[in-house]
């Protein structure tokens, strides 16, 4: 028997087509007023989910090519841009697959890859100050995009959990453009402010908390030179294994005695941790080679060459990832993992990455 198909849905009543007469109406002004400003770029970037569960990863890609980010590798042929199976450094793409992406793997997701993501959760916040998040973001011509994860069911449509872009506002009549990536689906279509506000409000299953809103800007560093291996099936046992990893480690006499004992008992799910991007730009490779430089130059990284007899940037990273009870009570050690000790390059890479870990982590752990 054939499974049924479906060409579209129609939007609910309180919900107005974009491209409809009143819809265009609506567009004119709203330019005329200022609050289009930041549809254009997104225009431009507009993309339509390739997966039924891609919604957060289709929307992430219109943002960060909407703020002229380059993601440093290769998407199609000889040209560098962001398609959703670059992605792929906060959840496995396989799992997304079925079951999409949470708010904070939508944000570590956007700072993985050279964006800053502002979130804010619906529950914590009122009503205008999502206006008024709103308000900046369309207003502004380049450099800011507002995301928001909410659920349809709110809005009267069919589906649950969902992500989308605004990309402009009526302020007369308190409307935002929503650029709907289920183009397949729904229309880009003006939605009440109050409606999308209500739609974010209740609980997320998968974390049981609200959903919200995220303002993405083009961060100051690229995209990150390393990432988690994305092999899903390892985090449970990655989380424990951090867990028991200080047990010998802490009764190390001194910083070398305990980086042997730690990279000697390392397991292999620790080991695979940690793999490095491939930077296909001259300039990104200018700036890994800025990130490996700095990081051989901290303490740490010399005290890994000293007890390695060779630079190992990846077990330096390592190092820095591990919670800080693996190596407590060892003298000196701590100084060479606090931020102060870092510089800035080789801090930024680490706080995402330990990003990355603290979000795959939890999702192994629900």
Known sequence: MTAPSFYRRPLPDSQIPFACAEGRLLFREALAAGTMEGYFAQAEQFHTQQEPAFCGLATLVVALNALAIDPGRMWKGPWRWYGEELLDCCAPLDEVKVKGITFDQFACLARCNGATASETRASEASIDAFRAAIESSVRAAEGEVLAIAYTRRVLGQTGDGHFSTIAGFHRARDLA?????????YPP???????????????????????????????EHPPLAYRLSPQSSTWPQIARAFDGLGDQVRIAPSVDDALRVFFATLPPELRKLIEPHDAESPEHRGMVCALVDALRTTQLGVAVRRV??????????????APDRTFEGVPGFAQLRVD???PAVVLAEVVRIREQLATMTCAARR
């Open 340 to 342: 102060a000790a870092l």
């Open 189 to 219: 279509h003006w939605a009440p402010v109050s409606m999308l506000f209500e739609a974010m409000q209740p609980h997320d299953p998968a974390t049981g908390r609200s959903r919200g809103w995220i303002t993405l800007r083009r961060g």
């Open 177 to 185: 453009l929503v650029l709907d990536v289920a183009r397949f689906k």
């Open 308 to 321: 390695l007899g060779r630079d190992d940037d990846v077990m330096t990273i390592v190092a820095l990832l």
